[in-house]
C-alpha cells in the first residue's frame, strides 16, 4: 500500500486541520491505520489509531478530546479532525498502515503548525 498525507499547514492556536491520508495499491479496510507526529529535535510519538474493522479506536493523551480519527472506505482514505489546536501541536505528522505487528508504511507526512 502507498500513502499520501495532506492537509497541513499554519494556523492559529484554538483553530482546527483535518489531515488526509489517501491510501493506494490496497484498501484501508486492511489494515490498522494510525497518525503519528514528530516534533523539530524530537523522537516520532503515536497520535491516533483506527482498527481494520473501523470500530475501535484510541488516542494519545494529549490529544484525546480534541482529536478524531476516521477513515471512509469508498475513498480509500484516513482522516485526522484536530480541533482546539496547541502550539505543541506544531509536527511534522505522518499516516502509517500496520498489517501484523509493525507499521510498515508510511506516509511522506505533513507539516502542521499552530502559531500562538
Known amino acids: 500500500v502507498q500513502l499520501q498525507a495532506s492537509g497541513g499547514g499554519l494556523v492559529q492556536a484554538g483553530g482546527s486541520l483535518r489531515l488526509s491520508c489517501a491510501a493506494s495499491?490496497?484498501?484501508?479496510?486492511?489494515?490498522?491505520m494510525a497518525w503519528f507526529r514528530q516534533a523539530p529535535g524530537k523522537e516520532r510519538d503515536f497520535v491516533a489509531t483506527?482498527?481494520?474493522?473501523?470500530?475501535?479506536?484510541y488516542y494519545t493523551d494529549s490529544v484525546k478530546g480534541r482529536f478524531t480519527i476516521s477513515r471512509d472506505s469508498a475513498k480509500n482514505t484516513v482522516y485526522l479532525q484536530m480541533n482546539s489546536l496547541k502550539p505543541e501541536d506544531t509536527a511534522v505528522y505522518y499516516c502509517?498502515?500496520?498489517?501484523?505487528?509493525?507499521?510498515?508504511?508510511w506516509g511522506q507526512g505533513t507539516q502542521v503548525t499552530v502559531s500562538s
Open positions: 502509517a498502515a500496520r498489517d501484523q505487528v509493525n507499521y510498515d508504511y
Open positions: 495499491g490496497r484498501t484501508v479496510d486492511s489494515y490498522d
Open positions: 483506527i482498527n481494520k474493522y473501523g470500530d475501535d479506536t
